[in-house]
């Protein structure tokens, strides 16, 4: 049944404003300022996961498109609220009470409900990514105790090579190449940063943190809005904006902070923490 004129509106409003791309900016936002202004490990693991579960999720839509379910092909995932899922359930342990449990996952909520509501998104794809996004996550958990175990050479290593094969599986689908590029790109860039620049968040005050967050988005900004002058150029133009943004956010723009006397350096930092 075609929808009303009054609905027509917001159908469309909606479903062209939740976007993949939209969520990103805000996801990197958010990883950048925790990075840089709260806790380097957790930003790290957070860019890590987000990256890895939307890498995952291309990958399976190209490879497995969906599955039949009756007499209708439909999609195992849908990748805007697996990236919700994602970034929102790995605040779930981190949570003290029950007001900030649901703080967490109103996020997921709010974006299922809304593509369910306003758009043709199958309920079958919204509990699939819900699923496979928590999954991701509680595999992530689980592994604390022999991840924490290994020496930090393997894990800088693993960072780096995971990336790399998950490039090869996803090329040459190049325009998915973009998150695959964050996690290379953070992969590097953490490696370097913990064991040579070793930025200390916990001594910098208030104001320092503030200079650092207005300095940082800013030039997460200018990539963006000069992206398509920046990395066209490049053979695999997203792949060499996600390398540049992930070592903008991991590296590049900690050196810096480290190198204008805004933060002071600090002793070696561990990439996985135990709990």
């Known amino acids: 049944m075609p929808v009303t004129t009054l609905d027509e509106p917001l159908y469309y409003f909606t479903a062209d404003l939740i976007t993949l791309d939209q969520l990103d900016l805000i996801f990197?936002?958010?990883?950048a300022l925790i990075?840089?202004?709260y806790d380097k490990t957790k930003g790290f693991q957070l860019f890590f996961l987000l990256s890895l579960s939307v890498s995952l999720a291309h990958i399976i839509l190209l490879f497995l498109p969906g599955i039949f379910v009756g007499q209708e092909q439909l999609p195992i995932t849908h990748t805007p609220v697996q990236a919700v899922m994602t970034f929102s359930a790995f605040f779930i342990p981190l949570a003290r009470n029950r007001v900030e449990l649901a703080a967490t996952l109103a996020p997921v909520f709010a974006i299922s409900i809304t593509f369910l509501l306003f758009t043709d998104v199958p309920v079958f794809s919204l509990i699939g990514a819900i699923g496979i996004g928590g999954f991701i996550v509680y595999g992530f958990y689980r592994s604390f105790e022999w991840i924490g175990g290994m020496p930090d050479r393997y894990v800088m290593a693993f960072a780096i090579v995971f990336p790399a094969f998950l490039t090869a599986v996803i090329y040459p689908y190049t325009s998915y190449l973009l998150h695959t590029g964050y996690l290379l790109g953070a992969g590097i860039g953490v490696s370097l940063e913990f064991v040579k620049v070793r930025t200390s968040i916990k001594k910098a005050g208030f104001l320092q943190r503030l200079a650092a967050a207005a300095?940082?988005?800013a030039g997460i900004s200018a990539a963006h809005i000069f992206s398509p002058v920046l990395f066209s150029p490049f053979p695999l133009p997203a792949l060499?904006?996600?390398?540049?943004?992930g070592l903008w956010i991991t590296l590049i723009f900690p050196l810096l902070l480290v190198l204008t006397g805004i933060y002071d350096q600090d002793g070696r930092a561990e990439i996985v923490e135990p709990r």
Do not use: K
Request: proline share 0%.
């Open 215 to 217: 300095a940082g988005l």
């Open 240 to 245: 060499a904006q996600g390398i540049a943004l």
């Open 28 to 31: 990197l936002v958010l990883i």
């Open 35 to 37: 990075f840089w202004t």
